[in-house]
C-alpha cells in the first residue's frame, strides 16, 4: 500500500510519474552549477520483483553525484530539499536534495540550499516507493510513494498544507502500550462494531469498501457488550470520531475509554463505552474530508487511536505558487462563475467570483482585485451543473515575471461549454499551459481552492457526487406567470395529498396550494398562495400509489393584471386521475394555455417550486428520475425486499401457485436475457403447483404486469394473488395463482415500453411486485400518449427521412417515412397520415450517419393532443437539419424541446414511437458501428487497457482480446473466433493510454452481413498500432471529446466482430 506526496517545486516542465516498486537501489543527480544553481537531471534505480529498472528525468548537465543504498536491507524513508526561483530559467526549479534511510543514515546535499525548503516522508518511516513530479531542462518538481503498509512510530497530528488532495491523519490518542496497527487507506466505511466492557473499549471491527469489495479489520478482544454504526456508504460517510481516553488503574495503562461517529449528513453514532478520563475528536478539515482508515494500538483493549480522513475529489493546483492560498471549501453546487480579465498587456485572470449554493441559499466567494472586463457564466442549477474547469497558465512579465492564470473555461453535464474566458492564441484557443481539472466520473463542482492577490495566481477544484435526491430528480418547468416570491420545496420522497384554493369568478385561478409531502416516515406540509375561495383535495395512497403527472393551465387574470395559475390536474401512476381543479372551458377541457409536467420513464413526483403571492402565479415539479420506468410495487409490506435491476428482455416467467385455503403466489422465477446470456432471479418459497409462461424474446416481450393482491388470513399479511403478463404481440397469459380477489392492478408504462426487471417484497411467499419498463435499447418517445404504437426495429443505417408538416391552425409534424438501409438493400416505413408540405433529409450513407434526433412537441388544440411539432436531424459530419416543422420567430423549434442521442455519439439505427392522424411520439434506437448481427457484448468501463490482441482474416477482424486493469488486476475480456492472424498491441500503462479506436467496416457478401474489417489504436503519447485487417468499405474513428483514455469496448460479435463501440 502507497501513499502520494508532494509534488514540491515549480510548475513548468512536462510531467513525469514513475510510478510504484519494491524499493529504491541509487539514486543519481545531475548538480548544476553557478548561476543557475540547480538540480538539472536525476536517474533512480529501482528494484522489482529481483530486477533492476532505472527511470531518468531532466537534463545532464553539470555534477552527477550518487547516493546509493544497501536495499533491501535498508532503504530511503525520506526526501528532503529545496526550490527556488531561477533566473537563467524563468522557472521555479528544484535547488537541492538530501535523502535519509531507515538506518539513520543521510546523503550529503545535492545542490544549493536557498529557497523554500522541501520535506517528503511517509507515515510511520515508510519506504521510497518511487518519484513524481515535472522535468524538461531540469528538475522541476518532486513528489514520491511511500509505503504505508507498516509502522516504524507515531504518526504526528495534524494535516498536510497547501492544496495537496493526499489523505490527511491525526493521532494516534490514547495510551503506549499494546501492538501497532495500520488498517492504511480504504475508499470509505460501511460499519464500524464497538465492543466495551465497564473499563474501557476492547474491540473494535471496521467493514471498509474498496474498489467495490468489503475487507474487514478487526483490532482488540471481542468481548463485553457489543454496538454496531452502519452508514449508508457511498451516500455518507464518517467525517469525525470522538470518544474519551484515561489511565485504568485495573490494567495500569491509558485505554481508550468510548468512542462515537458522525457522518457527512448529521447522523451521530450512540456512545460507544462511558466517557471518562480527556475528551477527543478526530476530523478532517472544513473540506467535508470523510474516513478512509484506522490506525493506532491494541492488545486485550484498544489502547490508542488515529484516522486516515481524505477530501472529496480535489483536483489541482494549476498556477503559479506567490499569492495568498485560499480554501471556499466544499458547497452543494455552483450557480453562477464571474471573472475579471485584465487585458494588454497583462493579459490574464485578474479576478474571480463564485456564487455556490447551500441550504437552498446562494453564498458568495471572491478572489483576486477586479481590473478589466467582467465576464460571467451562469447555469441552470440544479439542472445543469460545472463537470470541468479548464484554461491556462503562464509567466506574466508585467507582474514581475510571476505565473498567473490566463483563461478559465468551463464545461456542464449538458454539454454546453463556456467561451474561453481570457488570453487566447490568433486561432481562439487558451493562452500558456493549458490545464483540465475534472472528477474521474463526472462528478458536479463543489467548490474552488487556489492562490491570489493582485491576480488569481492559481486554481483547483473540488469535484464530488451528486447528492442521492439530485441524482434521482429532475427539475421540469416552471409554467405561469412571473409575478410573486419565488418558492422552491426542494426534494421529498413522495407526495400524500394536495390541497388547492379555486377562487371563482371574474379570478377563475388557483389562489392557493398546500402540499403533504412525506420524508423519512414524517409528514411535512408547504403552503403557497393566499386562501380564498372554495377548498378542494387530491390523495392518493402514497407509497403505493404517487403522481407521476401535473397538468392544468395558466393565463392573464385581469383582475391580478397578472397571469396566472387557472387550473391543475393530477394523474398518479395507477391511471387515477384527478378532476380539473379550476377554470374550465365549456366543454370541461382546463381553460387557457395549457401545460404537462411529467418526468422521465413515469417517475414519481417529489417536490413543486413556482411563484406565489395573493394566488398561485406559477408552478413546477421535481420527478423522480432513478429507475428506469419503475412502476408500483404493489401488494403488501411484509417480506425482504429485492431489486432484480434493469436486464435486456424477458425470456420466460415461472410462478409457484400455492392452493386453498392460501390461494396466493409463493414463488416467482424469472429468466432474464443480458448480453446474450440468461440470468436468472427466484424470489419466495416454492409450494404448489408450477405454471410457466415463455416469451419468444427477442421478437417479443412483455409490456404489461396485472394481477391482484389481497390479505390472506393464514399468513396474516397482504400478498399477490394472481399474475398475468401481456405481450407486444398481443399475446396474453393465463391468469396464473390463486383465486383472483381483492384489489387488481395493471402495471406498464404508456408507450408500450418492454418489461426489463422486476422488484418487490418476498419471504415465505410474494409479498409485493412492482416492475421496470423501458425502450428496448431505444431512447424516448417524446410526445404524446395518443395513436397506435410503432417500432420499426434495428437497421444498419438510415439514409433519408421525409417529413410532411401540416400548416397553420395545425402546425405540427403529421407523417414521417424513413428510408433504412440492411443488408445492402433500402426499406421504408411510414407512419402517420400525409398532410402539408413535404420536407426531405438525407444522408450520404454510410460515410455519413445520424446522431442525433431533436424537435419539439406540443399541444395541438385542434386534435385536442399531444403531437411532436417539429424535428430535427444532426449527422456525425456537424452537418444539421433546419427546423422541420413549426418553428418561433427566433427560428428555435416551438413547444417542448427534446434531444435524443446515444451517450457515445453512436448511430441512428430505427425509430418506434405512436402515429394515427399525426405522429404523437417518436424515439429512437442508436449503435455502436458496423454490423447488426452477432450476439450484443458490453464489457463495461475499467481503469484502463493494458494490451489489445486482434484476429483477422481474408475477409474480416474474427477476434479481439483485451487485457484491462481495474483497482491493480488484470481482467480479460474476448469476443468472436480466435481464427486468423494474431497480433498484439501493448500500452504502457498507467504511463501512457489508448485515446483513439479507428477501422473500417464494410459488408461482406462471403458471410451475408456487415463486420469490422479492420482496427488500429492510437495512445496519448502518439503512438500508433500496426493495422489489424484489410481496410474495406467505410471508415470510422472512436475517441472521447477531449482525449479521454479508453475504459472498455462494446458492439456484437460471433464468428467475427460484427460491432464496435467504446467507452472513453
Given amino acids: 500500500m502507497s501513499k502520494k506526496v508532494g509534488a514540491m517545486g515549480g510548475n513548468m516542465g512536462a510531467e513525469f510519474d514513475d510510478g510504484v516498486f519494491d524499493g529504491v537501489k541509487k539514486i543519481t543527480v545531475a548538480i548544476e552549477g553557478s548561476p543557475s544553481d540547480c538540480i538539472s537531471y536525476i536517474k533512480i534505480d529501482y528494484g522489482k520483483d529481483g530486477k533492476l529498472d532505472s527511470r531518468e528525468h531532466g537534463t545532464i548537465r553539470g555534477e552527477l553525484k550518487e547516493f546509493s543504498v544497501d536495499y533491501p536491507n535498508e532503504y530511503i524513508v525520506s526526501v528532503g530539499g529545496s526550490y527556488d526561483q531561477v533566473q537563467s530559467y524563468e522557472a521555479v526549479l528544484i535547488k537541492s536534495l538530501i535523502f535519509k534511510t531507515n538506518t539513520g543514515k543521510t546523503s550529503p546535499v545535492f545542490g544549493v540550499t536557498t529557497g523554500t525548503e522541501l520535506m517528503l516522508e511517509g507515515n510511520n518511516g515508510g519506504k521510497l516507493l518511487g518519484l513524481f513530479g515535472r522535468s524538461d531542462k531540469a528538475l522541476d518538481a518532486i513528489g514520491a510513494y511511500f509505503d504505508t503498509g507498516s509502522l516504524g512510530g507515531v504518526a504526528p497530528l495534524g494535516g498536510k498544507n497547501g492544496a495537496d488532495f493526499d489523505d490527511a491523519y491525526f493521532g494516534p490518542l490514547g495510551g503506549i502500550k499494546g501492538t501497532p496497527f495500520d488498517d492504511g487507506v480504504f475508499d470509505g466505511v460501511k460499519s464500524i462494531t464497538v465492543g466495551a466492557d465497564e473499563f474501557s473499549i476492547i474491540y473494535i471491527k471496521i467493514e471498509y469498501e474498496k474498489c467495490g469489495k468489503v475487507e474487514i479489520r478487526e483490532h482488540g478482544t471481542n468481548r463485553g457488550e457489543l454496538g454496531t454504526f452502519s452508514v449508508d456508504y457511498p451516500k455518507d460517510n464518517i467525517t469525525a470520531i470522538g470518544g474519551s481516553y484515561n489511565h485504568i488503574f485495573n490494567y495500569d495503562t491509558t485505554l481508550i475509554t468510548s468512542l462515537y461517529f458522525t457522518t457527512s449528513k448529521g447522523y451521530t453514532s450512540p456512545l460507544f463505552g462511558k466517557t471518562k478520563g480527556a475528551d477527543f475528536e478526530l476530523k478532517a478539515d472544513k473540506r467535508g474530508g470523510k474516513l478512509l482508515g484506522f490506525f493506532g494500538r491494541s492488545g486485550q483493549a484498544l489502547d490508542a487511536i488515529g484516522a486516515y480522513f481524505g477530501p472529496p475529489e480535489g483536483v489541482g493546483l494549476r498556477g503559479g505558487i506567490h499569492g495568498e492560498a485560499f480554501d471556499d471549501g466544499i458547497f452543494i453546487g455552483v450557480k453562477k462563475i464571474t471573472v475579471g480579465i485584465e487585458g494588454n498587456p497583462y493579459n490574464c485572470i485578474s479576478y474571480i467570483k463564485v456564487e455556490y449554493e447551500k441550504d437552498r441559499k446562494v453564498e458568495t466567494r471572491e478572489h483576486g482585485t477586479i481590473r478589466g472586463e467582467l465576464k460571467e457564466f451562469s447555469v441552470d442549477y440544479p439542472n445543469e451543473y460545472i463537470t470541468s474547469v479548464g484554461g491556462s497558465y503562464d509567466h506574466v512579465a508585467q507582474y514581475y515575471g510571476t505565473v498567473l492564470i490566463k483563461s478559465l473555461i468551463f464545461k456542464t453535464n449538458t454539454g454546453r461549454t463556456s467561451t474561453v474566458l481570457g488570453g487566447v492564441t490568433a486561432s481562439g484557443k487558451p493562452a500558456g499551459r493549458e490545464f483540465l481539472l475534472k472528477g474521474k466520473r463526472g462528478e458536479k ?52 395529498k394536495i390541497t388547492v384554493a379555486i377562487e371563482g369568478s371574474p379570478f377563475n385561478c388557483i389562489s392557493y396550494i398546500k402540499i403533504e409531502y412525506e420524508k423519512d416516515g414524517k409528514l411535512d406540509s408547504r403552503e403557497h398562495g393566499t386562501i380564498r375561495g372554495e377548498l378542494k383535495e387530491f390523495s392518493v395512497d402514497y407509497p403505493n400509489e404517487y403522481i407521476v403527472s401535473v397538468g392544468g393551465s395558466y393565463e392573464h387574470v385581469q383582475s391580478y393584471e397578472s397571469v396566472l395559475i387557472k387550473s391543475l390536474i393530477f394523474k398518479t401512476n395507477t391511471g387515477k386521475a384527478s378532476p380539473v381543479l379550476g377554470g374550465t372551458t365549456s366543454c370541461g377541457k382546463p381553460a387557457g394555455t395549457e401545460f404537462m409536467l411529467e418526468g422521465k420513464n413515469g417517475g414519481k413526483l417529489l417536490g413543486f417550486f413556482g411563484r406565489s403571492g395573493q394566488a398561485l402565479d406559477a408552478i413546477g415539479a421535481y420527478f423522480d428520475t432513478g429507475s428506469l420506468g419503475g412502476v408500483a410495487p404493489l401488494g403488501g409490506k411484509n417480506g425482504a425486499a429485492f431489486d432484480d435491476g434493469v436486464f435486456e428482455g424477458v425470456t420466460k416467467i415461472t410462478v409457484g401457485k400455492e392452493g386453498s385455503p392460501f390461494n396466493c403466489i409463493s414463488y416467482i422465477k424469472i429468466d432474464y436475457e443480458k448480453d446474450g446470456k440468461v440470468e436468472s432471479r427466484e424470489h419466495g418459497t416454492i409450494r404448489g403447483e408450477l405454471q410457466e409462461f415463455l416469451v419468444d424474446y427477442p421478437n417479443e416481450y412483455i409490456t404489461s404486469v396485472g394481477g391482484s393482491y389481497d390479505h390472506v388470513e393464514y399468513y396474516e399479511t397482504v400478498l399477490i394473488k394472481t399474475l398475468f403478463f401481456k405481450t407486444n404481440t398481443g399475446k396474453t397469459s393465463p391468469v396464473l395463482g390463486g383465486t383472483k380477489a381483492g384489489t387488481e392492478f395493471m402495471l406498464e408504462n404508456k408507450y408500450g415500453e418492454k418489461l426489463l426487471g422486476f422488484f418487490g417484497r418476498s419471504g415465505q411467499a410474494l409479498d409485493a411486485i412492482g416492475a421496470y419498463f423501458g425502450s428496448p435499447g431505444g431512447v424516448g418517445p417524446r410526445g404524446g400518449i395518443h395513436g397506435d404504437a410503432f417500432d420499426d426495429g434495428i437497421f444498419i443505417g438510415v439514409k433519408k427521412i421525409t417529413v410532411a408538416i401540416e400548416g397553420f391552425p395545425y402546425n405540427c409534424i403529421s407523417y414521417i417515412k424513413i428510408e433504412y438501409e440492411k443488408d445492402r438493400k433500402v426499406e421504408t416505413r411510414e407512419h402517420g397520415t400525409i398532410r402539408g408540405e413535404l420536407k426531405e433529409f438525407s444522408v450520404d450513407y454510410p460515410n455519413e450517419y445520424i446522431t442525433s434526433v431533436g424537435g419539439s412537441y406540443g399541444h395541438v388544440r385542434y386534435y385536442e393532443t399531444v403531437l411532436i411539432k417539429s424535428l430535427i436531424f ?34 441512428l439505427l430505427g425509430f418506434f414511437g405512436r402515429s394515427g392522424q399525426a405522429l404523437d411520439a417518436i424515439g429512437a434506437y442508436f449503435g455502436p458501428l458496423g454490423g447488426i448481427k452477432g450476439t450484443p457484448f458490453d464489457d463495461g468501463v475499467f481503469d484502463g487497457v493494458k494490451s489489445i490482441t486482434v484476429g483477422a482474416d481474408e475477409f474480416s477482424i474474427t477476434y479481439i482480446k483485451i487485457e484491462y486493469e481495474k483497482c491493480g488486476k488484470v481482467e480479460i475480456r474476448e469476443h468472436g473466433t480466435n481464427r486468423g492472424e494474431l497480433g498484439t498491441f501493448t500500452v504502457d500503462y498507467p504511463k501512457d493510454c489508448i485515446t483513439a479506436v479507428g477501422g473500417s467496416y464494410n459488408h461482406i457478401f462471403n458471410y451475408d452481413t456487415t463486420l469490422i474489417t479492420s482496427l488500429y489504436f492510437t495512445t496519448s503519447k502518439g503512438y500508433t498500432s500496426p493495422l489489424f485487417g484489410k481496410t474495406k468499405g467505410i471508415d470510422f474513428e472512436l475517441k472521447g471529446e477531449n482525449g479521454e483514455k479508453l475504459l472498455g469496448i462494446y458492439g456484437r460479435g460471433g464468428t467475427a466482430i460484427d460491432a464496435i463501440g467504446a467507452y472513453f
Fill in 445 to 496: 463542482l463543489l467548490g474552488f481552492f487556489g492562490r491570489s492577490g493582485q491576480a488569481l495566481d492559481a486554481i483547483g477544484a473540488y469535484f464530488g457526487p451528486l447528492d442521492e435526491k439530485e441524482i434521482m430528480s429532475k427539475k421540469v418547468g416552471d409554467m405561469g406567470g412571473n409575478m410573486g416570491g419565488a418558492f422552491d420545496d426542494g426534494v421529498f420522497d413522495g407526495v400524500k
Fill in 874 to 907: 444532426k449527422t456525425n459530419t456537424r452537418r444539421t437539419s433546419p427546423v422541420l416543422g413549426d418553428a418561433t420567430a427566433s427560428g428555435k423549434p416551438a413547444g417542448t424541446e427534446f434531444l435524443l442521442e446515444g451517450k457515445r455519439g453512436e448511430k
